[in-house]
T-cell receptor, first 112, second 113 residues
Framework: GENVEQHPSTLSVQEGDSAVIKCTYS??????FPWYKQELGKGPQLIID?????GEKKDQRIAVTLNKTAKHFSLHITETQPEDSAVYFC???????????FGTGTRLQVTL | DVKVTQSSRYLVKRTGEKVFLECVQD?????MFWYRQDPGLGLRLIYF???????EKGDIPEGYSVSREKKERFSLILESASTNQTSMYLC????????????FGSGTRLTVV
């Protein structure tokens, strides 16, 4: 199946700094790239997504960029806050419609 | 508020037991999925379903089966539980049209002893 590599696996930033998580993939047919946030004891929740016809999408402090030529997409969180601490997963839709393949996750810790 | 509900948050079962994990969604979604989540491995797809009575294998179906008798309910079955099936199990659903992403349940942490 489709392979998604996600880096880093852990990330610690100080409150107010920016955090960047990057994912790379191999299937050029992928055209939908969502990001999920999983807080402790909860299921993953969709926070932002991007489709292959745009290069960047922003929602307040969160942005996602997509480079289809290089086959990578990234999550950017600016002005981080303690409540941003969570595990973040990238994903992409490839092959069978609506089936998502997930990255291995990034544990983000925002320290005071 | 739309929901995906997993019947149990925590389960402890013995090796060899038959285990049922239940998932119900109230969004009239066509697609439903079962993933397992393990540290360092992310979310791996076990089985999915695009319609009632329809099922397809995901990336790691061995040791599992599923049932979808009604549109809103998708059950994961461990025919004979083993210790390597100790994991967090996540159910998700999505609509069939467009790329709207998944809605996940809160997960069931299964321990097989």
């Amino acid at each position: 199946g489709e392979n998604v590599e996600q880096h880093p696996s852990t990330l610690s930033v100080q409150e107010g700094d920016s955090a960047v998580i990057k994912c790379t993939y191999s299937d050029s047919a992928s055209n939908y790239f969502p990001w999920y946030k999983q807080e402790l004891g909860k299921g993953p929740q969709l926070i932002i997504d991007i489709r292959s016809n745009v290069g960047e999408k922003k929602d307040q402090r969160i942005a996602v960029t997509l480079n289809k030529t290089a086959k990578h997409f990234s999550l950017h969180i600016t002005e981080t806050q303690p409540e941003d601490s969570a595990v973040y997963f990238c994903a992409l839709e490839g092959g069978t419609a609506s089936k998502l393949t997930f990255g291995t996750g990034t544990r983000l810790q925002v320290t005071l | 508020d739309v929901k995906v509900t997993q019947s149990s948050r925590y389960l402890v079962k013995r090796t060899g037991e038959k285990v049922f994990l239940e998932c119900v969604q109230d969004m009239d979604h066509e697609n439903m999925f079962w993933y397992r989540q393990d540290p360092g491995l992310g979310l791996r797809l076990i089985y999915f379903s695009y319609d009632v009575k329809m099922k397809e294998k995901g990336d790691i179906p061995e040791g599992y089966s599923v049932s979808r008798e009604k549109k809103e309910r998708f059950s994961l079955i461990l025919e004979s539980a083993s210790t390597n099936q100790t994991s967090m199990y996540l159910c998700a659903s999505s609509p069939s049209q467009g790329n709207y992403g998944y809605t996940f349940g809160s997960g069931t942490r299964l321990t097989v002893v």
